[in-house]
């Protein structure tokens, strides 16, 4: 394949390796990346939204070129049971900015964009090539990888593991474990395409402003899930995802759900009429800080969701994606400018500067969410949505029954349901675990 | 699933896919009686590739395959299934993503 050696080779070219490949090439490092789909994107799955200041530390002007959908305006958050929604929105104009915050991007594009200004920064990207081994000594250090074209063997100074949340080649070869069912979230999704005028009236949008959805209700069947709905210029991504263990659970039909979800009263009306160009699936690790794998070896490292990195409550994954790349890009830049052998004693620099950025920290902050969601979640995922439902609706109906009854009625609902104990401790968890 | 659900094909149809004939990326261990983790992906693939066979095995045909690695998560550790990529360039191709 390639004879030469390399400072540096990336496996995969999603939002990690990129930004990894990107980093380091620009500071004059040889770098090789590789990646299995016919091209950059065509095997990445994202909702998706694109936080503009972690790209900004990597392309500073990348808004002059890069394909961006909308930027946000508008964000609501939704409770649902079968027949309601209870929302809190928050739209501002100070969204509508110079540099907006907040983009929903298309992956598949927005990836071809990137690996294109990784080639220009004069990373070697090879496509179609999928990595299927590491080369190490006997000492286990990693001196390259292998791949399934012909003699296709490539060494390097350190191999940059951003190969996604299976992470085959990393787990296989012992660097980390499978993702386990329960810190794991599937997420099926749906490319509904509409025109542009017809997104904007029914979002109340004008230009490029964009708005998302973020809901938890019974359409999870009682799992820990979450669904989304994001405009994007032409289109809208509609999706639901719930943890692999409750699916395994439940035996639920991801594609099942999906349908009921988008022929629920409060989405159908949002994509009448739109075509179905694409049904995605993928995983999204849900396991927080306590999932997060060794971050780097004698001659490796790893970033983006193979390492875990995705903020489940924030729904922050490709930024921190991005941040680790970088971070990983930096570490390694500094170590070839001093001729370290990027042992893990070297490498371990990627740590610490992983640990002084915000990405540990919010991680670290909210360490112990996943495990309480994750085992409470028919409360909060199923008897929660649907008791507040059935209070907003005793509030608003007006029937002559006296107010005060109305409200014991609510009360008793919820203590009926969770108890006046179960209440106290739910709340209790949450802000312990919120702290 | 109420009567109305679209067949999983006709979702599928939509979506770009290189197949590689005759080198399937995911196999199942012949076996005799399955798991239940392995008669869950029967409902719980995306793609619905995991059939039961009326003599109560399960298969799969992974040509719809869309790589997320649910079956892996449940079923390698076990050793029931081998799940591989496929060959660089094959497999599903996100128009979108």
């Known amino acids: 394949m390639i004879e030469e050696r390399f400072d540096a080779i990336v496996v ?102 990137f690996s294109g200004k990784c080639r220009e920064a004069g990373v070697t990207v090879l496509t179609e090539t999928t990595v299927t081994d590491l080369i190490r000594d006997d000492s286990g250090r990693v001196l390259g990888v292998r791949t399934d074209r012909a003699g296709g063997v490539v060494f390097a100074d350190v191999v940059v593991l951003a190969e996604g949340v299976n992470g085959l080649v990393g787990t ?21 395409f509409l025109p542009p005028e017809v997104i904007e009236s029914r979002f109340a949008l004008k230009g490029d402003e964009g708005c ?19 405009t994007n210029r032409e289109s809208i991504s509609l999706g639901l995802g719930c943890l692999v263990s409750d699916y395994a659970e439940t035996r639920e039909s991801p594609h099942a759900l999906l349908e009921n979800f988008k022929a629920h009263p409060s989405i159908a009306p949002l994509i009448a009429g739109s075509e179905v160009r694409e049904y995605a699936a993928h995983l999204i690790p849900e396991g927080g800080w306590r999932e997060i794998p060794q971050l780097c070896g004698d001659g490796w490292v790893v970033v983006g969701d193979a390492a ?26 500094r170590l070839k400018a001093t001729r370290s052998p990027m042992t893990r004693a070297d490498l371990k ?27 409470n979640s028919r409360n909060f995922f199923l008897s929660y949505p649907e008791l507040v439902s059935s209070a907003m609706q005793t509030w608003l109906r007006v029937d002559g029954t006296p107010k005060l009854e109305k409200e014991k009625k609510t009360v008793r609902s919820f203590v009926e349901k969770r108890s006046r104990l179960g209440l106290v401790a739910d709340a209790v968890k949450l802000a312990m675990a919120w702290r | 699933m109420t009567a109305s659900t679209p067949r999983i ?89």
């Open chain 1, 172 to 192: 296989r070869c012992g660097l980390r474990e499978t993702p386990k069912p329960k810190s794991v979230a599937l997420a099926v999704k749906e490319m509904h």
């Open chain 1, 308 to 333: 875990h990195f995705n903020n489940a409550v924030h729904r922050e994954g490709s930024n921190l994606a991005m941040t680790s790349g970088r971070l990983a890009g930096e570490a390694i830049h």
């Open chain 1, 349 to 375: 620099l990627y740590e610490t500067l992983l640990e002084e950025s915000f990405l540990m920290k919010d991680l670290r902050k909210y360490k112990d969410l996943p495990a309480l969601l994750h085992t």
């Open chain 2, 9 to 97: 094909a006709d979702k599928l149809y939509r979506n770009r896919y290189l197949v590689d004939p005759g080198r399937p990326h995911i196999k199942v261990r012949p076996h005799v009686t399955p798991s239940p983790e392995l008669v869950a992906l029967t409902t719980v693939c995306p793609a619905e590739c995991w059939q039961m066979n009326d003599r109560g095995q399960v298969e799969v045909t992974p040509d719809g395959c869309m790589e997320c690695g649910t079956c892996r998560i449940l079923c390698e550790p076990s050793g029931e299934i081998e799940w591989n990529y496929p060959r660089g360039g094959y497999g599903v191709l996100f128009k979108f993503g």
């Open chain 1, 12 to 113: 995969g070219a999603g939002m990690a390796g990129n930004a990894a490949a990107h980093t380091m090439a620009s500071r004059g490092l040889k770098v090789l990346q590789l990646e299995r789909g016919e091209y950059p994107g065509s095997k990445n799955v994202q909702g998706a939204i694109m936080y503009a200041s972690m790209l900004e530390e990597i392309i500073p002007d990348f808004r002059d070129d890069a394909p961006l959908e909308r930027h946000l305006v508008e964000q609501r958050f939704w409770m649902m049971d079968d027949r309601s929604h209870t929302g809190m929105h928050y739209r501002s104009d100070d969204f509508n900015e110079d540099r907006p915050n907040r983009y929903t991007i298309v992956r598949a594009q927005f990836d071809r964009w």
């Open chain 1, 212 to 230: 998302v959805i973020e809901m938890v209700g019974s359409f999870s069947r009682g799992m820990t899930g979450l669904g989304f709905l994001y």
